[in-house]
Structures are given as structure tokens and as C-alpha cells.
């Protein structure tokens, strides 16, 4: 492994640097580089910009789902630590479980998904006669 060097004066570096020091430790070389660039005018050399998180088919289609259901899911789970939560005061308790089961009914209402939990039981089911089949001739 061939030995990294000062990039002012040339000299071997210590083993125990850091991978990114490019002047002797003390310091001196460094203020003597930056010294000589301003006296040339040059600019300091930028630093690398960060790379933007590339962003998969599905983290997108996240991103640009309906923020309705997206809220409603973010307030239900808030409800539900709410309501879990030992600290929260007695008084509140009724409130917070009415808000709760409202979120929950209109975020089933969006969903589309009957989960039986807020279905109506009352629809009534129509039976089917014995004679339906009997007209198709």
C-alpha cells in the first residue's frame, strides 16, 4: 500500500490519520495551502453535494395517495395511543373514544371495505324463491 502524502509539503503522513486528511496534523500546511489559494485567487474546493434519495414506484405512489385516508390513519393511530396511554386523564377518556370510533367509521366510509365492525345490521336479506329458475325456457 503505497503511502499517502501532504498534498503542500510532501511529506509522508502519519499511519494514524484520519482517510480524509490531506495535510500534515499540526496544521501548518493547511494554513499554509489555504494561505497560497487566496493569494492565487482560486476557490476552495466545493465539497461533495449529498446525493437525493432516489425514490422507488411505491415510495411515490405513497407519496401521492389521498391525503384524506393518510390523515384520517395518522389521527386513529394518535387517538389510539391517546387512549392507551396511562396518563391520559379520566374526563378525557369519553371524548377521545367518541373522536376514535368517528375517525374509524369515516375511514371505513373511504375505504370502501366492510369490516363488519360499523356495517348496519339491520339491511335486510331477500330470500330466493324456489321458482326463479322455472321461468327461463
Do not use: H, W
Amino acid at each position: 500500500m503505497p503511502s499517502r502524502c501532504c498534498k503542500y509539503c510532501g511529506k509522508p503522513l502519519p499511519p494514524n490519520v484520519t482517510a480524509r486528511c490531506e495535510y500534515c496534523p499540526g496544521g501548518t500546511c493547511r494554513k499554509m495551502a489555504y494561505k497560497k489559494r487566496k493569494a492565487k485567487g482560486e476557490p476552495a474546493p466545493p465539497k461533495p453535494k449529498p446525493k437525493p434519495p432516489t425514490l422507488n414506484s411505491r415510495e411515490f405512489d405513497r407519496m401521492m395517495d389521498g391525503s384524506v385516508e393518510d390523515s384520517l390513519r395518522y389521527v386513529r393511530d394518535r387517538l389510539k395511543t391517546y387512549l392507551d396511554d396511562p396518563g391520559t386523564p379520566a374526563n378525557a377518556v369519553a371524548n377521545i373514544s367518541r373522536q376514535y370510533i368517528t375517525v374509524c367509521e369515516r375511514l371505513d366510509q373511504l375505504s370502501g371495505n366492510g369490516t363488519g365492525l360499523f356495517d348496519d345490521e339491520t339491511e335486510t336479506v331477500s330470500e330466493v324463491s324456489e321458482d326463479v329458475g322455472a321461468s327461463i325456457v
